[in-house]
C-alpha cells in the first residue's frame, strides 16, 4: 500500500554526519526537510567508524602509557585487555550518540523517517517501511533530493573475499583473535594494524604496493612502515592473495606463488564502494561511474536537476568533514541566500595508527609532478616524555613551502599529538601564512609544535 507524506523542499537520502548536518542547517534557515535512514542514525563515522574507531586507538594507546609510565617510577600489576568490556562500552556510546543524532534532528524540526528511499523520477521519493506485519510504502514530493548514503567495505576484489571481516565486524567483536592477516595498505588496514598490535594480536599485514597509505606524503608512508614494524606487525608489501578460501580452522590466504597461510581472522581493507544501488538514479537519468560515484560539480549538483549528492556516495574527498561541510554548503545555497562551494583543495587529514600521522596540503612529490619550485624544510627527533624513558619512537616533520611566493603549501607530521596539531596548522594555511610568519612566531617551549616554527634552513630546493 502506498501511502502520500506531502511535499517537501528537501529530502535528504541518508542519515550520516553529512545527510544530518545539511537538513538541520536546511531547516533552519526555513526549509520543510525530511530525512530518510534504513539503518541506524548518525552513520558510518559515528556508529561503524571515526568515532568507535577511535575509542580502539585510546583502549590499544593505553599499552604503549603503562610501558611509558614504569620509566617514570609507576610499579604496575602486568595489565590486561578485554576487548568484552570495551565493546560493550562503545555499543553504550554509540547508542548515546544515536540518541543525540535524533534529538538533534527532531528539535531542528526535521522530519525523521525510517525504510529504504529511492528516486521514483524528477521530484518524487518512495520510502519502504517495515510494518508490523507487511511492508507498506510512502511517496514523497521534493523540489531538492539530497543523496548522502555513503559507502560499503568492497567485497570482491579477490576470489573469497567476501568471507573476510570488515572494520564493522572488527569493531564488534567481544573477544579478540591470537593472530589475524589484514589485507590492504590504506587508512583502515593501516590504523587496526597497529591497533591489534599493541592488544596482543599477531598481525600480518599484505598489501600490493611498496608502502602503505598511497597518497601520503614519502615521509609518512616511510614512517608508517617503519612503526608498523617496530610495533610487531608482520609487513608484506607487494604481497596480495589471489584467492582467500574458507577452513575449519578460520581462512587460507593462497598466493599466486602456490605458497598458503591460515588465519583465525582476516580483515578485509582492500577500500570502500559508493552505495548507489538501488538509489533509483535511472528514473531522473543519473549514471554513476564505474566505481558506483555519483559525478557532481562543484556545488553537488548531479546530472538531474534538482536532485545533489555529498560525501562517499561521489567518491571525491571521502572524509566526515567534507560531507558535512558539502551539506551544508548546499542548504546555504538553496535556502540561505549565500551561495558557496567547499574548496577541496588543502583538506587536513589524519591516520589515528600510534603514533598518529596528520597532513594537510600536497605532497612533495605531487608539488614536484606539477613542477613548482618548492622549499622543503624537515625536521626528526625523540619526543621528550619518551627519550626520556629511552624509547626509541621518533617525531617527523615537513614544512612544504613556495619558493616564489614563500607561502607555505603544506604540513606533514608524525608523532604523538599530529593531528591536533596540524588542525591548528590548517588554519594559518588556509590563511596564507607565509614561512616568514612562521619564522616570526614564537616558539612554546618546550612542545613539539614549537619545531614547526624553529625550521630555518631548507632541507633542499626541489
Known amino acids: ?5 506531502g511535499d517537501f523542499d528537501l529530502v ?137 548514503t555513503g559507502s560499503s567495505p568492497v567485497t570482491d576484489r579477490i576470489p573469497g573475499l567476501e568471507h573476510c571481516a570488515t572494520s564493522d565486524d572488527l569493531l564488534d567483536l567481544a573477544a579478540l583473535p591470537p593472530a589475524a592477516a589484514i589485507i590492504g595498505a590504506g587508512f583502515i588496514a593501516v590504523e587496526f594494524a597497529s591497533m591489534l598490535a599493541r592488544l596482543s594480536v599477531k598481525v600480518s599485514l599484505y598489501f600490493r604496493g611498496r608502502l602503505p597509505l598511497r597518497g601520503f606524503d614519502e615521509m609518512l608512508r616511510t614512517a608508517a612502515l ?34 598458503m597461510r591460515e588465519f583465525p581472522w582476516v580483515l578485509n581493507a582492500t577500500g570502500r564502494r559508493p552505495n548507489s544501488a538501488g538509489l533509483g538514479l535511472e528514473t531522473v537519468a543519473v549514471v554513476p561511474d564505474a566505481d558506483g560515484a555519483v559525478p557532481v560539480g ?8 534538482g536532485v545533489f549528492a555529498i560525501g562517499d556516495l561521489t567518491n571525491r574527498a571521502n572524509l566526515t568533514p567534507v560531507a558535512i561541510a558539502e551539506g551544508r554548503a548546499l542548504a546555504d545555497t538553496l535556502y540561505g541566500g549565500t551561495p558557496r562551494t567547499v574548496d577541496l583543495s588543502r583538506i587536513p587529514m589524519a591516520v589515528f ?21 618548492t622549499k622543503v624544510f624537515e625536521t626528526e627527533f625523540r619526543p621528550m616524555k619518551t627519550a626520556f624513558t629511552g624509547g626509541a619512537l621518533r617525531t617527523r616533520m615537513k614544512l612544504l613551502v613556495d619558493a616564489a611566493t614563500d607561502r607555505v603549501e603544506a604540513v606533514h607530521m608524525v608523532g604523538p599529538d599530529a593531528p591536533e596539531i596540524v588542525q591548528s596548522l590548517a588554519v594559518a594555511l588556509t590563511a596564507g601564512a607565509t614561512k616568514a610568519h612562521f619564522d616570526r612566531t614564537l616558539a612554546l617551549h618546550p612542545t613539539a609544535a614549537e619545531e614547526f616554527v624553529l625550521m630555518r634552513e631548507p632541507a633542499r630546493v626541489v
Open 12 to 148: 535528504v537520502i541518508g542519515a550520516g554526519s553529512g545527510g544530518v548536518a545539511a537538513s538541520r542547517r536546511a531547516a533552519a534557515h526555513g526549509a520543510r526537510v525530511a530525512i530518510v535512514e534504513g539503518r541506524r542514525v548518525g552513520g558510518t563515522c559515528v556508529l561503524r567508524g571515526c568515532v568507535p574507531k577511535k575509542l580502539l586507538m585510546y583502549a590499544a594507546e593505553f599499552g604503549d602509557a603503562f610501558a611509558t609510565a614504569r620509566g617514570y617510577g609507576w610499579s604496575l600489576a602486568e595489565p590486561g585487555f578485554e576487548m568484552h568490556r570495551w565493546a560493550a562500552a562503545k555499543a553504550a556510546e554509540t547508542s548515546r550518540l544515536e540518541g543525540v543524532y535524533r534529538r538533534l534532528l527532531e528539535g531542528s524540526g526535521v522530519t525523521l523517517l525510517e525504510g529504504h528511499a529511492s528516486l521514483a523520477g524528477p521530484g518524487q521519493v518512495v520510502v519502504k517501511r517495515a510494518g508490523d506485519a507487511v511492508e507498506d510504502e510512502a511517496l514523497l514530493g521534493a523540489r531538492h533530493v539530497l543523496l548522502a
Open 298 to 305: 562543484h556545488g553537488s549538483e548531479t546530472a538531474a536537476p
Open 353 to 373: 595508527m600510534l603514533p598518529p600521522m596528520a597532513s594537510c596540503g600536497p605532497t612533495e612529490a605531487a608539488r614536484v609532478a606539477a613542477g613548482m619550485p
Open 1 to 5: 500500500m502506498q501511502t502520500s507524506l
Open 226 to 259: 617503519a612503526e608498523l614494524q617496530a610495533a610487531g606487525v608482520e609487513v608484506h608489501a607487494e604481497t596480495v592473495p589471489t584467492r582467500v578460501q574458507a577452513v575449519s580452522g578460520g581462512l587460507l590466504l593462497l598466493f599466486g606463488d602456490e605458497r
